[in-house]
């Protein structure tokens, strides 16, 4: 990568990244090269092997014990995919009842090669920015000009590289809302020409990380939103920006700081990735590569656990902030206060956002709620490291499904306090077992069984020789004396409404397999495992159950090239290529939707948004709906398909570039050497895209 000569922020250290991976800059900006570096996890549990060594000794007679090859047969779904009734096992009491067929329509776009700078999408519909990075937020904020950019300019701009989206009404008639939107990290070697000196750069990546709430208005529901400039709503949450410490962690001596005495509050949000909507209209945030942003001793076990160490930053902003170096006096706690699952209030722009540390702290991708039966919240989080873990919190008091301001406030509440779990996957029930001859079962079924093994449950501690304050702050420690199932990066975790089926995005694990290892197992079935795979569980009983069932939705690929690649049964010759499954959203009739982050690396493909059916002869195909530009990921995805209208955040385009020389021009499209419009630039933006039908 080429990078400015009169800038002094660069990237050429970090690359370590070799052919065949996903793009090196990216690791190093994202998640500070955690793939080529060894998060210690120490921990002899849970690598399934012991689990599941008798089931895969049965199943070595299939032909799937070769190293890259799939370790288990497949049948059917091991529970029906019909509707069940609202309320009964499995299901959120308000959960809609009955799959159907969308009023999205739509034929499935052809793969597009990863070189090609275009965002493609199906025959009759067209697309257009809603936000991009840089446009203007308040009725004072300058119009973006890159070749002027400052950082207090940025802090009242759109902030950088989009993530998790959503769009929330705010009146019956569908012509005002209000979008959020997460920005997790930055890319300032194609951000800022050459000539900023090191401490401005510094400063506009800050000022471009954080939180970005914009009101959106339209003339009816057949129109693409706008962004309103200057709306009472809109909102930047910036690095000075105070965030409330919430739950049993908070005040605790573990994340106190000479900067805050008391340890409750916390000044800005890093790396946030995915997220989640609850039913009370908050937005949850996941803090996930928290740990590239700071220099720590990088010699406890907590260090190492978190993958913090002794090198400069990327961004070097230990040089503006002595916070970001732990091992300056007074702040060995900073890292500890990120980490977390925020809670913000989008419709109320005086509101103090919340980090619940009840929820645990480790490398969240996200977390996705649903209204158990019992009236308890429960909040499903993946760990996004390479053998890292599942987690689910339930929470201690029941919603109230009331609409008084009473009631939101009791229910803004409600992830202060609970119980905390991490997900062990077993092996087959008997039901499932093969016979002799290496078939499956008459009736195809796979059964896998498994637990939820508590870490937290009634304010106590349920780790031997752990605090309560101690498993919240150290999760991941706390997990690793459990026992649970270490996956293949568990990303999204997202409850179905029609089912109370939960679905695991495991986006990739290029280590399972490597010597010293562990290889193929049943749960995460493939070694060097490029492309991912999704597992579907369903709880026994109610969400709150410690006990579940699981199978595998389909494991990912291009099976004109991966002969591995399954899709819940249906013919792998009659699906779109899929590899990398990242963020998921589900449409109104429960079909399921998919992002990808990273599939040019495995297929040679750009990553998009895809549709899977759930139900029905067609369980398992994969359509795809979209593309996006040139080294870009999807993210954020949200179907409006009663709408016709379906978003995404388009993250990090062009960011193997350099800014002297781009490698996309979205979403302007201004030709390299013309003169852009106002409002455009000639640089990539990330953005926020709607995508609609042509003739709405």
């Known amino acids: 990568m080429s990078v400015s000569s009169g800038r002094k922020f660069s990237l050429l250290p970090m690359l370590g990244h070799t052919k065949g991976k996903r793009s090196p800059v990216t690791c190093a900006l994202k ?16 690598y399934f092997r012991d689990i599941a060594s008798a089931t895969m000794s049965r199943r070595a007679a299939l032909g799937f014990g070769a190293a890259g090859a ?9 529970t029906s995919a019909e509707p069940a009734a609202a309320g009964g096992p499995g299901l959120a009491a308000a959960a809609k009842t009955g799959f159907g067929k969308s009023k999205l329509q739509f034929t499935a776009i052809a793969p597009v090669d990863a070189a090609v700078d275009a965002f493609t999408v199906p025959a009759g519909f067209s697309w257009q920015p809603i936000i991009r990075w840089g446009d203007p937020l308040f009725n004072d904020s300058p119009a973006f000009d890159v070749d002027r950019q400052s950082a207090a300019a940025q802090g009242r701009q759109f902030g950088y590289n989009n993530d998790y989206t959503d769009i929330l009404a705010l009146d019956a008639k569908g012509r005002r809302a209000v979008l959020f939107t997460n920005h997790e990290y930055t890319n300032e070697s194609i951000m800022l020409p050459a000539g900023f000196d090191a401490a401005e750069t510094r400063a506009i990546g800050r000022a471009a990380h954080g939180l970005t709430v914009v009101e959106l208005e339209r003339k009816n529901k057949n129109q693409p939103w706008r962004y309103v400039q200057g709306a009472p709503l809109n909102r930047r949450f910036l690095s000075d920006t105070s965030y409330e410490l919430t739950g049993p962690a908070a005040g605790s001596a573990l994340v106190t700081t000479v900067a805050d005495p008391a340890g409750r509050t916390i000044k800005g949000t890093l790396g946030n990735c995915s997220g989640g909507t609850t039913p009370w209209g908050t937005i949850l945030s996941g803090e996930e590569n928290f740990n590239g942003y700071f220099v720590s001793a990088g010699t406890s076990a907590a260090d190492k656990r978190y993958g913090l160490t002794s090198k400069p930053t990327a961004r070097q902003w230990e040089l503006d902030d002595p916070r970001f170096d732990t091992r300056n006096p007074g702040y060995a706690n900073e890292s500890n206060r990120f980490g977390w699952i925020v809670e913000v209030d989008p419709q109320d722009p005086t509101s103090t956002p919340k980090k619940h540390s009840a929820m645990g702290r480790f490398k969240h991708e996200g977390a996705n709620v649903i209204v158990a039966a019992s009236g308890h919240v429960v909040a499903y989080m993946g760990d996004d490291e390479r053998f890292d873990y599942l987690y689910k919190f339930v929470s201690k008091d029941k919603y109230r499904p009331g609409t008084t301001a009473a009631d939101r406030r009791h229910n803004m509440t409600l992830l202060s306090d609970g119980d905390l779990f991490v997900a062990k996957f077993g092996g087959d029930s008997p039901a499932a077992e093969i016979d002799g001859s290496g078939k499956l079962p008459a009736d195809g079924a796979f059964d896998g069984a498994g637990e939820w093994l508590p870490l937290v449950v009634g304010g106590k501690s349920m780790v031997s020789g752990m605090s309560v304050e101690e498993v919240l702050v150290y999760t991941r420690l706390a997990a690793d004396k459990v026992g649970p199932t270490k996956m293949d990066r568990c990303e999204d975790v997202q409850p179905s409404l029609h089912t109370g089926k939960v679905y695991v995005a495991c986006t990739n694990n290029t280590d399972r397999g490597k010597t010293g290892k562990e290889g193929a197992t049943e749960v995460n079935p493939r070694t060097l495992n490029r492309d991912g795979h999704i597992v579907e569980i369903t709880e026994t009983g109610d969400q709150t159950s410690t006990k579940f069932n699981w199978n595998l939705l389909m494991v990912c690929g291009d099976p004109a090239k991966n002969t591995s690649a399954y899709f819940a049964g249906f013919p792998a010759s009659q699906v779109s290529p899929i590899s ?17 982050d990273g599939a040019p690396s495995s297929t040679g493909y750009a990553d998009g948004l895809f549709k899977v059916t759930l139900a029905g002869p067609e369980r398992g195909r994969v359509e795809q709906f979209l593309a996006v530009p040139r080294d870009a990921e999807t993210c954020g995805p949200i179907i409006h398909d009663e709408e016709r209208h379906v978003f995404v955040a388009v993250q990090h385009p062009g960011e193997d570039g350099s800014f002297e020389t781009q490698n996309s021009r979205f979403p302007d499209y201004v030709a390299a050497g013309a003169t852009p419009k106002p409002g455009q630039a000639r640089i990539p933006r990330p953005s926020v895209v709607q995508v609609f039908r042509a003739d709405d």
């Open 31 to 46: 998640c500070d090269n955690a793939c080529s570096g060894e998060v210690c996890n120490s921990s002899p549990n849970g």
């Open 70 to 78: 799939l370790a288990v047969v497949f049948g059917n779904a091991v």
């Open 580 to 596: 990398c499954p990242d963020n998921l959203a589900f449409d109104s009739v429960g079909n399921l939707w998919i992002s990808t």
